[in-house]
């Protein structure tokens, strides 16, 4: 089993499984980099990643109308794409993991569009980031 099914099957038994953070942070490598749609530079270090994907997961994994609609394997490599509702405004996005041989995550993009969905997400992440910091 490659690094990424591994690691797919984590990120699925997470995020149906009550979305609990200490399953999170478990499936991060220590050098794990977190590239946002809203922040320039990449956050780097596990302790980083987890805030921006914990933070994440409260601000879109909440809403229940957050679905995985397609999601493609190659290699340690997994894009999972996402369509959410919130506030009224249609989100669409892309999760592109790169996962180690053991499943951990070492790369996590995401890429959102259109806009406004952009622009909502970047207002709800800063405040959800405030929060736990």
């Known amino acids: 089993m490659s690094g990424a099914q591994l690691g797919r099957e984590r990120w699925h038994a997470y995020f149906s499984g009550g979305k609990d953070p200490a399953d999170l942070r478990a499936m991060l490598a220590e050098d794990a980099v977190f590239h946002s749609p809203v922040v320039h530079s990449p956050q780097a270090g596990r302790d980083k990643v987890f805030m921006y994907l914990d933070a994440a997961s ?39 993991v790169t996962f180690d041989s053991d499943g951990m995550v070492k790369d996590f993009k995401v890429m959102v569009r259109p806009l406004k969905a952009v622009n909502m997400l970047w207002e709800k992440m800063g405040a959800q980031l405030a929060k736990a910091g």
């Open 58 to 96: 409260e601000v879109l994994g909440g809403e229940p109308s957050f679905t995985y609609v397609r999601e493609l394997v190659d290699g340690d490599h997994l894009m999972m794409e996402f369509t959410a509702m919130i506030d009224g405004i249609h989100i669409n996005g892309i999760d592109l």
